[in-house]
């Protein structure tokens, strides 16, 4: 059975930095698309990032750009965001997820993505 683990979430204060982390286990995902999204309240769940199967290939959303930064580290099962330069309109739940292939928005709510944790929860106080 497959797990997503979130890892990293908690208050910080605008301008602040955070490292995410999601530990995935119940198979090999080195064949996958992993990325990070994101719910704020009231607001649809929306795309961060997302890296391709070999670490060579990464997208992100335009507007973080340049201030989040996604890695993964396929011996450990790993995907990690790297967030700098926080803003409060930042603060929301991130998720993890993997799928076979790139996040499709037209795909729905979930972006075509196969598996999904449970998110954790990042504040930016201003």
């Known amino acids: 059975q497959v797990h997503l683990v979130e890892s990293g979430g908690g208050l910080v204060q605008a301008g602040g930095s955070l490292r995410l982390s999601c530990a995935a286990s119940g198979r090999t995902f080195s064949n996958y698309v992993m990325g990070w999204f994101r719910q704020a309240p009231g607001k649809e769940r929306e795309f961060v990032a997302a890296?391709?199967?070999?670490?060579?290939?990464?997208f992100h959303a335009d507007p973080d750009k340049g201030r989040f930064t996604i890695s993964r580290d396929n011996a450990k099962n790993t995907v990690a965001l790297q967030m700098n330069s926080l803003k409060p309109e930042d603060t929301a739940v991130y998720y993890c997820?993997?799928?076979?292939?790139?996040?499709?928005?037209?795909?729905?709510?979930?972006?075509?993505?196969?598996?999904w944790g449970k998110g954790t929860l990042v504040t930016v106080s201003s």
């Open positions: 890296i391709g199967w070999s670490g060579g290939a990464t």
């Open positions: 997820a993997v799928g076979t292939s790139w996040p499709r928005q037209a795909a729905g709510p979930y972006y075509g993505m196969d598996y």
